[in-house]
């Protein structure tokens, strides 16, 4: 990142690839003439000039240069990393971190959120459950299977150019082949949330419980697990309870879970008696005995939480917000995992960062936005600042998606009349899309890839500032493995130019299916002429859609609704239209 930061403003009068240079009568270069810039810090009005107006550098510099200094500062100092940095985030976001050893036989994950502790599970990826010693599936085996289904839906994506049209058989033959490769990856999620994660993917869902009903939750289960468990001292040493923090997660368990669930939990608090001193008889407990008064005290409070909504009426009894988000920091063994497409996370607001550095950099980015008027954007730290006016795109650049084209074309033309541009049929200029996204607010590309082939990797890296990107090519939003290194790839030259928000694809996909997606998220956000033409920088009063939830609802919206569905991921924070 320091490094990164350094380049941001080397050239920051270097020639633009769009203007002849200036040279004196003996053909030798002058100096650049620095652009005039608005007076107006981080507006995302648009500029009365026809040609957009890059921001003020002076005030990105100097954002640039406080994350500098913050990183410059950072120390192995254990007083200063004892410091939760989560306490500095909203109150709605979650932070949840997954990383696996290096001989992938565990896996670490963790939790926070602010005004809470940390929250820290390790699980045996070699089976914890008995008798599931030849049916668990490892780590090895599940990235095995999905490199397999991604190899072969690749594959049948580059053979349906030579599907005919009017080749019934060969259709179905192939959609066939797509939708046994769907059911695959489906099932393969969904054992990896079973064997990997079993009781503890409670995790994953963040709640606030009310007092009383945490007070009665916990009763109940001193009940369930006294009367069920046989001590081997008459008078245990001490009385044991489940922390708050614990009692919170595991609260959310549904009550329909299966058997092994159940038993996950049972032997994670008989765990807890063993390790507090507390000696408990395991061989004596009988454990379906426990396991259906454990389902049936998870059943009452459900009911006790579904009663509570019901009085409040704001559907909030649980402490679930409806605009709750969750952050997933994944290590490099585990980003290839569509984590978003889980069972548990299935259709919910998820997005990906590289570190909680990332949040807290954008926390502080918040700080220098301002309106047009110049006043500051307070209670916007939460979200991303974009005016959907202030939109570029570019569609179909190498000329072969003519299907797409033709899906999007004429929408895309009519949206020049409330402020976009771009491009169509025909491919921009590096320093077009370089313009792009420093100076708008969000760029859209319906093209092969990420659009490497078009901005070099280290112009994006460089930039002061960066766009909000939807990048709807294939395997647009792959990391690549390194080894040992840490993965890199598109989104994380992204990350580093800081860009807010991107959404792209974790492998390949076809065209029809993902533009179903695409026009999904178009529609949940507005982007239509009129709405864009009624937008208002301070939301006006009017019910925004968060791109994330927009993306987590699309995933329905595919024929294919894993192969396809799971493939769209967003990194970085949300922005709401």
């Known amino acids: 990142m320091l490094d990164v930061i350094r380049h941001k403003f080397l050239n920051l009068n ?51 240069q ?30 949840v971190n997954v990383s696996i050893t290096e001989d992938r036989h565990t896996m670490f994950v963790t939790r926070q959120r602010a005004g809470h502790k940390p929250l820290i599970f390790c699980l045996p990826l070699k089976g914890r459950r008995e008798g599931q010693e030849d049916e668990h599936l490892t780590y090895e085996d599940a990235i095995k299977e999905l490199q397999e289904i991604i190899r072969l839906s690749d594959e049948g994506t580059r ?42 993917k409670t995790i994953f869902t963040p709640t606030d419980l009310h007092s009383d009903d945490l007070a009665a939750l916990r009763t109940r289960l001193d009940v369930v697990f006294k009367g069920s468990l046989v001590f081997q001292e008459k008078k245990p040493k001490s009385r044991l ?10 609260s959310t368990l549904p009550p329909n879970c299966r058997e092994e669930e159940l038993e996950d939990l049972v032997y994670f608090i008989l765990d807890l008696y063993q390790f507090h001193g507390v000696p408990v008889a395991i061989s004596e407990v009988d454990m379906d005995q426990v396991v259906v008064e454990l389902r049936n005290a998870l059943e009452e409070h459900a009911a006790r939480i579904k009663g509570r909504v019901g009085q409040d009426g704001d559907g909030d009894a649980a402490g679930e917000k409806d605009d709750g988000h969750i952050f997933l920091v994944l290590d490099k063994n585990v980003q290839g995992i569509p984590w978003e497409s889980l069972p548990v996370l299935r259709g919910k607001s998820v997005s ?39 939109t570029y795109f570019v569609l179909n650049p190498s000329g072969d998606l003519k299907g797409t084209e033709g899906r999007f074309a004429e929408w895309l033309t009519g949206m020049k009349s409330v402020g976009w541009d771009g491009v169509v049929g025909h491919a921009p200029s590096e320093q077009q899309f370089v313009d792009a996204l420093t100076n708008r607010d969000l760029v859209i590309y319906f093209g092969h890839g990420g659009a490497e082939q078009y901005v070099r990797s280290h112009k994006i890296r460089h930039l002061p500032r960066c766009a909000a990107t939807m990048l709807w090519g294939c395997s647009s939003g792959i990391l690549k493995y390194m080894g040992d290194f840490d993965r890199t790839g598109t989104p994380y030259h992204y990350m580093l130019a800081g860009c807010p928000t991107l959404v792209a694809n974790l492998w390949d996909v076809t065209d029809r299916d993902i533009d179903k997606f695409s026009q999904s998220v178009f529609d949940d956000l507005h982007l239509n002429a009129d709405a864009v ?43 709401y239209l």
């Open 533 to 575: 033409k009624q937008w208002r920088a301070d939301g006006g009063g009017a019910e925004r859609t968060s791109v994330v939830r927009a993306v987590a609802k699309a995933r329905e919206s595919c024929k294919l609704k894993y192969l396809t569905g799971a493939a769209p991921v967003v990194y970085g924070i949300p922005f």
């Open 14 to 64: 270097a020639m633009d690839d769009m203007q002849w240079p200036h040279i004196t009568p003996n053909g030798s270069p002058l100096p650049a003439q620095p652009k005039s810039r608005p007076a107006a810090r981080f507006s995302s009005i648009l500029s009365d000039s026809e040609d957009d107006e890059p921001m003020d550098d002076v005030d990105l510099k100097a954002y640039w």
């Open 352 to 390: 990906r960062i590289p570190s909680m550095d990332f949040l807290i950099d954008r926390l502080e980015f918040s700080h220098w936005r301002k309106w047009e008027d110049g006043r500051a954007q307070e209670g916007l730290v939460d979200q991303a600042s974009v005016d959907p006016r202030r």
């Open 241 to 250: 309870g489940l922390d708050d923090g614990l009692l919170e997660c595991f």
């Open 66 to 95: 406080a994350i500098a200094k913050r990183y410059e500062a950072q120390s192995f100092d254990m007083a200063k990393m004892s410091v939760n940095q989560a306490d500095q985030l909203p109150l709605h976001w979650t932070v």
């Open 159 to 200: 053979q349906a150019a030579d599907v005919k049209k009017d080749d019934r058989e060969a259709r179905m033959a192939w959609w066939k082949t797509r939708s046994e490769l769907d059911g695959r990856l489906r099932e393969l999620l969904g054992d990896i949330e079973f064997c990997w994660l079993g009781a503890f």
